[in-house]
């Protein structure tokens, strides 16, 4: 049973059944031509025999430009998926490489991160006493290069103020010039601000601040708070 064809399907004829249709139309119009000879040109014999020749020849030529409509559609088709394929390496390469950069960012936030955690966990929490206050001037001693030890600080504390942070001097000569010996190494006002030491609180009864100045002004002048053995 036949089947009727719908306007859809009609309507997808591809330019390759159009150019054969184009190649029936021109072999029935060139068998015609060669049929058509006028009368009194030639006879008979010569009619049949034309014929033929002009149908094989209107076939090839047909043929021929088929082959080149179809290569030349082959290769448009060709160059389209590779501009196709290479337009979607692109994006794959671009999107490929935008992601190792994310995981690369991240991975470094992260570190950062754990670095700084570290380095809060570990920072030392100091004692608020004597002990505490001479081991955390050591450490800043130690960062800034200023040199001193444990027993060269606390010899050197307990005879001036015997471990008193608050411990002031009214009586001696710099008392009655106005600036009095303050806190635990017994430090005038002038030597510690010319030797405080910059991340310590600009406070002469504070014990860290005033152990560090006083440590940066005997390294000045002795080479050490070691070398001190008596008042300064």
């Known amino acids: 049973m036949s089947k009727t064809s719908t306007p859809g399907q009609i309507r997808r004829l591809t330019k390759a059944h159009k ?10 119009a060139a068998a015609l031509a060669a049929t058509l000879v006028p009368a009194g040109t030639a006879d008979a014999g010569t009619t049949v025999a ?3 020749v002009a149908w094989t020849q209107a076939v090839e030529g047909v043929q021929a430009k088929t082959v080149q409509h179809l290569s030349a559609q082959t290769k448009l088709a060709t160059d389209a998926a590779k501009l196709e394929a290479a337009v979607k390496a692109k994006a794959a390469a671009a999107k490929a490489k935008a992601d190792a950069d994310a995981a690369a960012k991240a991975k470094k936030d992260r570190e950062a991160k754990a670095a700084a955690s570290r380095s809060t966990v570990r920072k030392p929490i100091y004692a608020n006493n004597l002990d505490g206050w001479i081991k955390e001037s050591l450490a800043i001693m130690k960062a800034h290069k200023i040199p001193g030890t444990y027993n060269g600080l ?9 471990g008193n942070p608050r411990a002031i001097n009214n009586w001696d000569i710099n008392a009655q010039n106005g600036i009095p010996s303050k806190g635990l190494l017994q430090v005038i006002k002038p030597t510690f601000l010319a030797y405080h030491v910059p991340g310590t609180p600009l406070d002469q009864y504070h014990p860290v601040a005033n152990i560090v100045a006083a440590a940066n002004y005997a390294a000045d002048r002795y080479g050490s708070i070691d070398n001190v053995n008596s008042a300064y």
């Open 154 to 162: 606390y010899k050197n504390i307990m005879r001036e103020s015997s």
């Open 50 to 52: 034309a014929a033929p």
């Open 19 to 28: 150019m054969s249709f184009a190649a029936v139309a021109t072999i029935g």
